[in-house]
């Protein structure tokens, strides 16, 4: 009796130990495959832009309109953006008037017609590694409704994602100072490729 007690004793521990594993190793699949979306608070998240010419350069902030990125586990696998083009700021130009002009110039047709692209859109594709709390990440941009990819890194900083984000505005069909379309600009060439740099918050 008491070695059949034993016995019996044994494989109920060794039942709940295969239990216990079990549940270790669903648990862990099921976090491994488990994804979610974080929505962006566009109140705290920043989008600085820098335009650089022949003559000196610019730069100023567009807003986060809405957003979000897809995680799985702790892991960025998605996420897609939109901007608010009409909030186009200026931080150089100190001028009022001047810094007005160059405001409406900017929303006008000659660069990122406004009035009609009212929204730009940002769709993370892939995210080719992961490592350090760094993301190599492909994505398309569409600006004035046109849709080319465009390649990044993605940080985790503290409590906020960075990223540098360079753009060939003659791929988006923004024509105005660029040598891709016009010969002999001199001192009024602009050139083509402005940076956005992205400080995103999630919720």
Sequence with gaps: MCISGFNTNRRKDSMK???????????????????KDFEADT?????????????????GYVSLKSGSLKFKGDKVIGGEFVVDMNSISNNDISNETMRNKLLGHLKSDDFFSVADHSESRLNITKVNT??????EVSADLTIKGQTHPV??????????????????RSRYNVRYG?????????????EDIFTLDVKLYLK
């Design 17 to 35: 130990k295969t239990t216990v594993l079990m549940t270790l190793l669903m648990l862990l699949f099921s976090v491994q495959g488990f994804s």
């Design 43 to 59: 109140e705290k998240s920043e989008i600085l832009w820098n335009a650089k010419k022949v003559t000196g350069a610019h730069n």
């Design 130 to 135: 992961y490592a350090k709390n760094k993301a």
């Design 151 to 168: 390649n990044f890194t993605v940080e985790k900083v503290d409590d906020y994602y960075r990223s540098r984000i360079s753009v060939d």
């Design 178 to 190: 660029s040598s891709s379309f016009f010969d002999n600009l001199g001192d009024k060439t602009i």
